[in-house]
């Protein structure tokens, strides 16, 4: 099911396991973070996330409510989380929520909608 694709994305990026995480993208994703921009592909997927997660000793992304329907050739996915990213001592959290779309068993679309504010304020606290 479509939702089992993107729960299994979201455990490899909490454990920060990146080829396990883009292996559930296909080759021509769009990877959308709304405020900030898109790319499209794994390696640009790669080149957008990797820095961003290396700058944190732990990730984690609470799913608080999921919805899916479709199925694995066409499948659509929905959440809301709580994007948790540790540094140091520090918790630092980003409400976001997330859109998938899943072809052929992977990925083909992620968008994810947050609050630029928010992160700002993230990474102004990270700062300190």
């Known amino acids: 099911m ?14 920060m396991d990146l080829d ?6 296909t080759d ?8 900030i921009g898109k790319v499209f592909g794994r390696d640009a997927v790669r080149d957008t996330l990797a820095p961003f997660i290396a700058r944190f000793e732990q990730v984690q992304w609470v ?9 694995l050739d ?5 959440n809301e989380r709580l994007d948790r ?3 140091g001592e520090t918790w630092l959290e980003l ?7 899943v ?6 679309l992620w968008r994810d909608y947050f609050d630029m504010g928010a992160l700002t304020r993230m990474f102004s606290a990270d700062s300190h």
């Open 63 to 71: 799913v608080t409510h999921q919805v899916g329907s479709g199925n």
């Open 95 to 101: 409400p976001v929520a997330g859109l998938f779309l």
């Open 28 to 35: 021509d994703c769009e990877y959308d973070n709304v405020p």
């Open 20 to 25: 396990h995480a883009l292996s559930h993208l």
């Open 85 to 87: 990213f540790r540094a």
């Open 2 to 15: 479509p939702i089992d694709i993107v729960t299994s994305f979201i455990e490899a990026v909490e454990r």
């Open 103 to 108: 072809r052929h068993g992977q990925i083909s």
């Open 74 to 78: 066409h499948g659509v996915v929905m």
